[in-house]
T-cell receptor, first 114, second 114 residues
Framework: AQTVTQSQPEMSVQEAETVTLSCTYDTSESNYYLFWYKQPPSRQMILVIRQEAYKQQNATENRFSVNFQKAAKSFSLKISDSQLGDTAMYFC???????????FGDGTTLTVKP | AAGVIQSPRHLIKEKRETATLKCYPI?????VYWYQQGPGQDPQFLIS???????DKGSIPDRFSAQQFSDYHSELNMSSLELGDSALYFCASSSRDGANYGYTFGSGTRLTVV
């Protein structure tokens, strides 16, 4: 079974600064995907970024980037130039290739302070 | 662009009553996933359907059942409701291998059992 661990229940960052959210996972699979989802106070779940395990290059989406360390089974999310609208709970998620269902971490609540 | 539509947005039921949640996937998406998110918890996979057949099953109680119809919409039926069933129920949709690219979630149905 796969497990996803987010060791930081809560974090805060000043507006315009950079913050990194941690995620580790455990799996014996070699082909899988990793995701970060954002859940703002509206409770809508929004995909932020994804990473294919077979790709060594770290994914980047505008201000969001990941540090994917496959050997260490680590998948951290870096948010640059934090904005007030980034305030949300962030979930790390794991999915075996073509499996469909995802396993989510417990989430990290991020607060961006003005 | 059309998104995943869930109805109702909010639902209040008494213990031992039944509830039906509906999910309308993005057009041309043939796979639907149901997740349950308790207060302050991460989403837990319940069940998924591909081409109107159950494709995977997670921690779905026997009191719950679900199906996918010919128009690909899905319904989650919940009977003998318990207080612990109070949660946010998400539906997500994808194409067959589209989940590899991450889910598109609906806005969720908040079920409160009193």
């Amino acid at each position: 079974a796969q497990t996803v661990t987010q060791s930081q229940p809560e974090m805060s960052v000043q507006e315009a600064e950079t913050v990194t959210l941690s995620c580790t996972y455990d799996t014996s699979e070699s082909n899988y995907y990793l995701f970060w989802y954002k859940q703002p106070p509206s409770r809508q779940m929004i995909l932020v970024i994804r990473q294919e395990a077979y790709k060594q290059q770290n994914a980047t989406e505008n201000r969001f980037s990941v540090n994917f360390q496959k050997a260490a089974k680590s998948f951290s999310l870096k948010i640059s130039d934090s904005q007030l609208g980034d305030t949300a709970m962030y979930f790390c998620a794991f999915m075996i290739l073509n499996a469909g269902k995802s396993t989510f971490g417990d989430g990290t609540t991020l607060t961006v302070k003005p | 662009a059309a998104g995943v539509i869930q109805s109702p947005r909010h639902l209040i039921k008494e213990k031992r009553e039944t509830a039906t949640l509906k999910c309308y996937p993005i057009p041309r998406h043939d796979t639907v996933y149901w997740y349950q998110q308790g207060p302050g918890q991460d989403p837990q996979f319940l069940i998924s359907f591909y081409e109107k057949m159950q494709s995977d099953k997670g921690s779905i109680p026997d009191r719950f059942s679900a199906q996918q119809f010919s128009d690909y919409h899905s319904e989650l039926n919940m009977s003998s409701l318990e207080l612990g069933d109070s949660a946010l129920y998400f539906c997500a949709s994808s194409s067959r291998d589209g989940a590899n690219y991450g889910y598109t979630f609906g806005s969720g149905t908040r079920l409160t059992v009193v």
